[in-house]
């Protein structure tokens, strides 16, 4: 009778071909259902229901019933490697089909004669967790990385722990300089009797090595003198892993390359260094770029930039940037256009050190003021860290403002400094992480009587996957649920709020402050009802962001400000705004739609205001 059923079985999986066909033009296919018994162990249950190609395929793939038996067959071996993986050694897994056993000769012809709903059963029994015995590290391996080889004798002998401490062990030994060291497969031996799994790994080392000579190829346009101080390597300095794909990554991070592999050679040279190759492709020299943004307080806008991302062969980058704004607003003569020159030269004088300058032009027409300026700056900026970066520099402003009737020139100069944090992971969808920026701008105005001043800002936010918030593990994130909260500061000193140019004061208001309010509206206002700025802010909001699918999401919010000319403003004078907004995810950034509207009362305020642009609010 076995030697029967070995035969019947390898039969129908020699002609497996031809009895899928014929199941596939079958009059009907084999329906059925699956019920999976609870283990009592929730991990065990969740990775056998997501790893059954019974429930993942029924629907998107209906079978007749000999398919149905091969799939069933192909569960129970799938399951029982899950569970040797988690370290159950003598479980078992029992299979019927229609109360029958898989390997029952009879299945077949029972469902083939009654084309009913089969009912498909599953029982686990994982039996007991099995420990680690022997565990050896075999070599002559330095005690840093033997120190990260974490397993030990009693420990649960999952697969997924015997790996990663071997994983751990080669990384320590390459990060220690043995760049071709080598990790054998895993000896294991399973003892039943014990209920223990021994394992031994045997490790060579091979020589400790520093980075040889980095030939570079792929260029085209781009200089190699750029590309090897961008890098930052030196021959003759220790081999890391970590430092190869930090400074593969900074490379990249100035835009003129498509992408960059490091590849480490297989044999060290005559001086015992280990030579690298760069491989490199460069991204198209120009980029156009078109966007747009529309509120109901201020209308369309409409922006448009082209950069040359390799003006001089070093990655220099020229932008050039244009924009119209409150196109539905304002009539054609009152729109407000700004044009914007900048060229940004890299790795000036010394690596992560960058020169900006800049030249513009605005043309505004805002219920503040109107503004005709033209603008000048040139500005170091310096990358610290990953997380820390600095600017300052010196800019130039000459203006024309009319407020309130009065119009008005001034001629600033300027020193603006900011200092900036971001450990965020994602510059354009942040799930987790906080963005810090301090800026600090003395200011005269060159020719006047009119006293100097100091403009401070500070502005954070911050970004929890609640996810990580409420399982307490920090692996564990699946960004789709994310709390979003920013507050800003500032204040300027030096000078009355009136003695101030009105194009320096603080304003609140709008799809970038206070949801729900004009733009402007919030502070004080002048004579005749118009908003004059004031020399202190406070900014506060907090959004709560779903995803729904892959493509869309909701967000709820609450924004709040205010603006004082008399010092710190207080709480009773906070304008607040809610609303809800819809998100529609592209490579790019989302496409944000708000619907906001005013809790505090405020005269002139419509009840509801609705935002559109890339991005999210902050």
Known sequence: MNSYILYRKGRYRLFLGLALILNATASHAQDYHVSIAPTGDAMIDRLITDNSRLIGLRERAPVGSFALVTRAEADATRFIEILNGLGYYAAKVQVQVAGHAVDDPALLALLDERPTVAPVTIKIIPGPLYQLGRVELQGAIPDQARAAFTLHPGDPARAADVLAAAAATLNALREDGFALATLSEPDAVVDHGARTLDISYRVEPGPRVTLGAIEVTGLTRLREDAVRRRLGLTPGEPFSPTRLETARRELLANGALAWARLTQATAPDAQGRLPLTLDVAERPLHVLRLGGAYSSDLGASFTS??????LFGGAEQLTLVGEIGELTANRPDELSAITNATLVLPDVWQRDLNLRLNLGATREFLDAYDRDAATSSVALERRFSNTWSGRTGLAFEMSRITQDGLTQDYH????????????????????RGLRLTAQLTPAENLGSDDPGFVLGRVTGSTYIDLARLFTNQTDVGTGRQILAARLTLGNILGAKSGDIPPDWRFYAGGGGSVRGFTFQSIGPETTSGQP??????????VELRSRIGSKWGIAGFVDAGTVSDSGPPGEDMLAVGCGLGVRYFTPIGPVRFDLATPVTERHDQAPVQIYIGIGQAF
């Not at 400094?417 to 450990?423: G, I, K, P, Q, R």
């Open 305 to 310: 930039s082209w950069t040359h991302r390799n």
């Open 412 to 431: 600033l100069a300027s020193l603006p400094t900011s200092l900036t944090f971001d450990n965020t992971n994602d510059p354009l969808e942040p799930t």
């Open 532 to 541: 004059a700025g004031g020399d202190s802010l406070l900014e506060t909001s």
